[in-house]
């Protein structure tokens, strides 16, 4: 499957993003699906996931109450809704899919990678 993230860009502090996932090549029904993001000089960190045949989103502490998971609009597209920006989420933002049963947060657990949407949050 081939993962291609939009949505990002420049965005005032208390502002909202929405993030998209769109896949081809395959059906992100068959997959478990992570996000990700990689600030500057920060190792990536694994934000939000949702198990293989699962609707229901698992977060990390940190992103839990402001970063939303959904299945996307459009067929075979995933979101990422990030409310109340903070100048710290300024980063890189991935999304992930392996085809094994359960998501989780480290970027070990996922064989397939988009190239990133970047967001950047400032005044």
């Known amino acids: 499957v081939q993962l291609v993230e939009s949505g990002g860009g420049s965005a005032q502090p208390g502002g909202s993003l929405t993030l998209t996932c769109a896949a081809s090549?395959?059906?992100?029904?068959?997959?478990?699906i992570g996000w990700f993001r990689q600030a500057p000089g920060k190792e990536r960190e694994g934000l939000a996931c949702?198990?293989?045949?699962?609707?229901?989103?698992r977060y990390v502490d940190s992103a839990r109450g402001r970063f939303t998971l959904s299945r996307g609009d459009e067929r075979n597209t995933m979101t990422l809704q990030i409310d109340s920006l903070k100048p710290e989420d300024t980063a890189l933002y991935y999304c992930?899919?392996?085809?094994?049963?359960?998501?989780?947060?480290?970027?070990?657990?996922?064989?397939?990678w988009g190239q990133g949407t970047q967001v950047t949050v400032s005044s």
């Open positions: 949702v198990d293989k045949y699962d609707y229901s989103a």
């Open positions: 992930a899919a392996d085809p094994k049963p359960l998501c989780g947060f480290y970027e070990s657990e996922y064989r397939n």
């Open positions: 090549g395959g059906s992100l029904d068959d997959f478990a």
